[in-house]
């Protein structure tokens, strides 16, 4: 199984078995070594990184308490705002962005001390699901790197499970932590909507996006969800975490959980995903769970009506975007409006543009109807169909990808096949709820197979308790041949 | 033929709150450009917006004072173009769940204007052009606005410029804008239209944008409607567009053509939850309102008996009307004190925002008292204005000014003395008097006044010498 890696980092330092400058220095060395392999890093911060490391030091060596997530080298996707370093959202547009003030989350974590190594690749503004979509080229799968580390956060997923990093966040959208923590044979998890605060998150889809843990294990991101899950006045969408510690409650017995199976959800799913999925069906119902089988055929929407909402929400936030204020301006225009046109046409990439003009279309007169305003009846349809199955059960248990990782090159030659395969990530985001990923085995390639499990809204604790219990009784991670050796 | 104008009214107000409609920024006019500024304000990547509870307050203030409804449940929709002076190319306003809705603004004939929606937004920035450079301050952006929108109900310009001073009034007296025009803290869009009278049928209708003065309004309107009746008239037709007036011309012009078409894809901002105004909120609201300018000018007709033209000299402006009710509160006649303020103290404000501050040198109290030196009658009416002059000039009280002496009015015995020596002193005017000249009287009531310094009541005086000139 795969035992927390923070917790065992957090006791070597207070015990001083090594300093955090030691610990610091080992995971900038491996990023060095390694990222050129993985690409999973798009602007690294050594410096920085040190001098945090050199406060926590002083602090232990004062004798002060230090938290959990003290002194220990992680990452964050690049479209994270961080003050002072640039913050590109992999796109041409924004490549000499550097943001004047930090989003919450890096707020609250600088706080504690958080070791910031670098920021992490990504797809373009995170759209797109093999992280190829980035203007830096894709992050590469720790496993093998002839494939996808997934995407949108396909550089987080790439670098903890590269172990150039302990753990990051990413942000989901509609699958963009699970799927690449799926791909990368790692944990991930997309927190309720309104747990964690957007603000300096740079918006994809605002009424989807959420910051979430990748990690290598699930006590890991029960630790790190704990301390970003925290109400903020600058979001006011934020709710903040409902209840106690999601750690306290995580190693809880699930005797008589109620697992959901949606029959809908293994539909169209590659068969050695499927079986895996099974197995742990059956790890369930050996650790005391019950198991209940129901119909969810509002599922058959989720899939155009996150594409119809997405697009067009994308399309409204990217358009300051414009060469005026900051980021990359198109040289050579004739007026105004030509330097806004020539901006964007060459400054954005191919799928960013797609979104666009998709969201532009469904939000326009004559057409808003029967996209936008359809699409947001049936994400309520969906709403209540979750709503209906959480009074039969307390957590859903689905596959995270219908398959494995793609081999690098295939997702962006076919959008649209791509596309479909965000089926059984998309639903969480339509309606808010928390999902994460746990992995549950290999293919006859050894790239890794991962589950998914979704619960209530505000109701991470038993999704963590149900991963858990899993990742203690048949867990799957297993190291990947990169980055530091612990 | 005879044509009939049709014009609506779309007017933006600034909302005088401390801070901007989405962030803490100061809504201060003027500054240095881009100070007045911060990440959410000027859009950058990441930042959200937060909305200012004040600006839903004072825009139910402003529903309220114009007889709307205040919706329970509202919310916030973006409104997507591209302008430099937008930095998040949307502007953030409310599409189809406006705050505020069906209300009226009674004009003085009687009709009303019917309001058809009130509802909040944020300002954009504003583009300075300079020597073949654009440049642009953010400072305005975020600065919270009102839009309210009538229906067309105006059938005449002179109802129009009503309208927009009653309107300013309004905003003033409720504390919720300054309405200065000339900065542009109220700005007002026209849709105007004109068709044959006794039509039902709307013409087509042009809107000229963006007017920062009732006179410019004024002009504009009278320049399109002859426009508009030339092109019929000639056979030609009224084509719907966006209209800019420039004042050195007097013309109206085709503003920006092609933008006319846009689409502003308006869907609701997901960054911003919904707004629940609560009963309680609106109940709260409408009992801290103050008494708005036409029930005053009411009031001060029928209650305290002054005529019409005085009610609504009194009642334009806020401070003018606390100060004409700090004046005269506890005085035989609220009359004394309006004559007063409209005789002599408005010849020292000139321009609209001397009004609007009525920072005069004599103080309510300073009036009262001297006020009340006439009511008691210590002063003559004569000594009283030009000891209000002199105060208007040095600042001083009532009673710094008036000597000692003049002070106080004359015994029975001493007058009855005067008049004797009135009577005395002039012997052509007892016997112009006695012979039927009955104006006479007057130079002797004046030698009285005179040698009183003017501390005599006049009306006893005459009545005296009367009787002595009839004894005699």
Same mark, same amino acid.
């Given at each position: 199984?795969?035992?927390?890696k923070?917790a065992?980092?957090h ?9 955090c ?9 491996a990023?060095n ?27 232990i060596a ?19 705002s ?9 796109s ?40 190829e ?11 093998n790197i ?6 949108s ?7 903890v ?14 699958g963009?932590?699970?799927q ?11 927190p ?10 740079i918006?994809?889809?605002?009424s ?21 899950s ?29 697992i959901g ?18 197995e742990?069906?059956?790890v369930?119902?050996s650790?005391g ?26 399309s ?11 980021g ?22 191919d799928?960013?543009?797609r ?5 532009t ?5 004559g ?35 219908p ?12 959008p ?6 965000d ?8 309606c ?5 990923s746990v ?9 890794p ?15 963590l308790n ?12 297993k190291?990947a ?6 | ?23 803490s920024c ?11 500024c911060c990440p959410?304000?000027i859009?950058l ?11 839903v307050?004072?825009?139910i ?14 919310k916030?929709?973006?409104k997507?173009y ?20 069906h ?5 003085s ?23 073949g ?5 953010y400072?305005?952006g ?5 839009e ?15 309208y ?11 504390g919720?804008s300054?309405?200065?025009?000339q900065e ?5 869009d026209?849709n ?13 209708r ?7 003065s009732?006179?410019f309004?004024a ?15 000639s056979g ?34 997901p960054?911003?939850v ?8 609106v ?19 029928n ?22 009710e ?5 005085t ?11 005789g ?16 005069v040198?004599v103080?309510a109290?300073?009036?009262r ?23 208007? !000039?040095?600042?001083? &009280? =009532? ?5 000692e /002496?003049?002070?106080? @009015?004359l015994?029975?015995g %001493? #007058?009855?003395?005067?008049c004797r ?12 008097y006695?012979?039927?000249? !009955?104006?006479?009287? &007057? =130079? ?5 006044? /005179?040698?009183?310094? @003017?501390?005599?009541?006049? %009306? #006893? ?10 004894n005699?």
């Amino acid at each position: 199984m795969s035992e927390s890696k923070i917790a065992r980092l957090h006791e070597g330092l207070v015990s001083k078995e090594f300093s955090c400058r030691e610990l610091t220095e080992k995971y900038i060395e491996a990023v060095n070594k390694d990222n050129g392999a993985l690409n999973a890093y798009v602007t690294v911060t050594p410096e920085t990184a040190l001098e945090t490391a050199s406060i926590v030091d002083d602090k232990i060596a004062r004798g002060e308490e230090i938290s959990m997530l003290e002194g220990i080298p992680m990452t964050l996707k690049d479209n994270i705002s961080t003050d002072g370093i640039r913050t590109t959202c992999c796109s041409k547009i924004l490549e000499d962005y550097t943001p004047i003030y930090d989003a919450t989350v890096w707020k609250i974590l600088k706080a504690q001390n958080a070791v910031l190594l670098g920021k992490t690749n990504m797809d373009e503004f995170a759209m797109g699901s093999s992280c190829e979509t980035s203007y830096f080229g894709g992050a590469k799968n720790p496993h093998n790197i002839n494939h996808v580390a997934g995407g949108s956060s396909g550089g987080v997923a790439s670098a903890v499970g590269g172990n150039i990093a302990v753990y990051g966040l990413g942000s989901d959208t509609g699958g963009s932590i699970r799927q690449p923590a799926s791909f990368c044979g790692i944990v991930g998890m997309k927190p309720t909507y309104g747990a964690v605060s957007r603000y300096g998150l740079i918006a994809y889809a605002s009424s989807l996006d959420q910051i979430g843990p990748i990690t290598t294990s699930v006590e890991d991101t029960a630790v790190v969800y704990d301390a970003i899950s925290q109400y903020d006045t600058m979001d006011s969408t934020s709710q903040g975490r409902k209840g106690e510690s999601v750690r306290s409650t995580l190693k809880n017995d699930i005797k008589g959980m109620k697992i959901g199976i949606a029959r809908e959800y293994l539909e169209g799913i590659r068969d050695d995903v499927r079986n895996a999925v099974e197995e742990a069906v059956e790890v369930y119902r050996s650790l005391g769970a019950e198991i209940v089988y129901f119909d969810l055929p509002s599922l058959k929407y989720a899939l155009p009506v996150y594409y119809i909402i997405a697009c067009a929400e994308a399309s409204s936030n990217l358009g300051r975007y414009d060469g005026i204020r900051y980021g990359y301006k198109a040289q050579n225009y004739r007026d105004v409006n030509d330097m806004v046109k020539k901006t964007r046409s060459t400054g954005f990439g191919d799928e960013v543009k797609r979104r666009i003009l998709l969201g532009t279309y469904v939000l326009s007169s004559g057409y808003y109807d029967a996209y936008y305003k359809k699409a947001q009846n049936l994400r309520g349809k969906i709403v209540q169909s979750f709503k209906k199955a959480f009074e039969v059960c307390d957590v859903i248990l689905a596959p995270t990808v219908p398959m494995t990782a793609f081999e690098n090159g295939h997702a962006v030659s076919d959008p649209v096949e791509t596309y479909m395969t965000d089926i059984c990530t998309v639903p969480v985001n339509i309606c808010g709820l928390p999902g994460i990923s746990v992995p549950c085995g290999f293919d006859n390639k050894g790239m890794p197979i991962g589950m998914q499990l979704i619960g209530d809204s505000f109701c991470e604790s038993k999704i963590l308790n149900a991963a858990w219990q899993y990742e203690k009784a048949a867990g799957k991670f297993k190291p990947a041949g990169f980055g530091v050796k612990l | 033929m005879k044509y009939e104008l049709v014009a609506g009214f779309e007017t933006h107000v600034e909302l005088a709150t401390d801070t901007k409609i989405f962030c803490s920024c100061t809504t201060q006019f003027g500054g240095e450009p881009n100070t007045h500024c911060c990440p959410i304000c000027i859009g950058l990547p990441g930042t959200l917006p937060k909305l200012n509870k004040k600006v839903v307050e004072y825009a139910i203030r402003a529903g309220l004072a114009t007889n709307c409804e205040i919706a329970e449940i509202s919310k916030m929709d973006r409104k997507n173009y591209c302008y430099p002076d937008l930095p998040k190319a949307y502007q953030i306003s409310q599409y189809d769940k406006p705050l505020c809705e069906h209300g009226y603004i009674q004009l003085s004939n009687g009709r009303k204007i019917r309001i058809l929606r009130i509802h909040i937004e944020e300002d954009a920035g504003k583009l300075v052009h300079r020597r073949g450079d654009t440049l642009v301050d953010y400072n305005r952006g975020g600065v919270p606005l009102i839009e309210i929108v009538t229906e067309p109900d105006f059938r005449s310009v002179d109802e129009a410029k009503e309208y927009v001073e009653k309107l300013q009034n309004i905003m003033r007296y409720i504390g919720v804008s300054d309405c200065k025009m000339q900065e542009g803290s109220m700005r007002c869009d026209v849709n105007i239209s004109v068709r044959p009278e006794g039509s039902e049928k709307l013409g087509t209708r042009t809107e000229i944008k963006n007017m920062n003065s009732i006179t410019f309004i004024a002009k504009a309107m009278e320049y399109e409607y002859g426009r508009q009746v030339d092109l019929i008239e000639s056979g030609e037709k009224v084509i719907q567009e966006t209209l800019r007036y420039d004042d050195a011309t007097n013309t109206t012009s085709g503003m920006r053509g092609k933008e006319d078409a846009n689409d502003y894809r308006y869907f609701r901002d997901p960054d911003l939850v919904t707004i629940n105004v609560p009963r309680s909120l609106v109940d709260e609201i409408r009992e801290s309102l103050p008494e708005l300018p036409e029930e005053k000018k009411e009031r001060y007709i029928n209650e305290l008996g002054l005529p019409e033209a005085d009610a609504l000299l009194l009642t334009k402006y806020r401070k003018i009307a606390e100060y004409f009710e700090s004046a005269s509160e506890g005085t035989k006649t609220p009359k004394t004190a309006a004559n007063f303020i409209i005789g002599q103290i408005f010849r020292t404000v000139e321009t609209e925002s001397e009004k609007e501050q009525f920072d005069v040198s004599v103080s309510a109290e300073n009036l009262r008292e001297l006020i009340t030196l006439l009511d008691s009658g210590k002063i003559r009416m004569n000594l009283a204005k030009s000891t209000l002059d002199k105060m208007l !000039e040095t600042g001083k &009280k =009532a009673s710094e000014l008036i000597d000692e /002496k003049d002070m106080g @009015g004359l015994d029975e015995g %001493a #007058l009855d003395e005067l008049c004797r020596q009135a009577v005395e002193n002039n012997p052509k005017a007892v016997s112009d008097y006695l012979a039927g000249k !009955e104006k006479a009287v &007057k =130079a002797m009531v004046g030698f009285v006044m /005179k040698n009183s310094r @003017g501390k005599a009541d006049a %009306a #006893l005086a005459e009545q005296k010498i009367i009787k002595l000139v009839k004894n005699s």
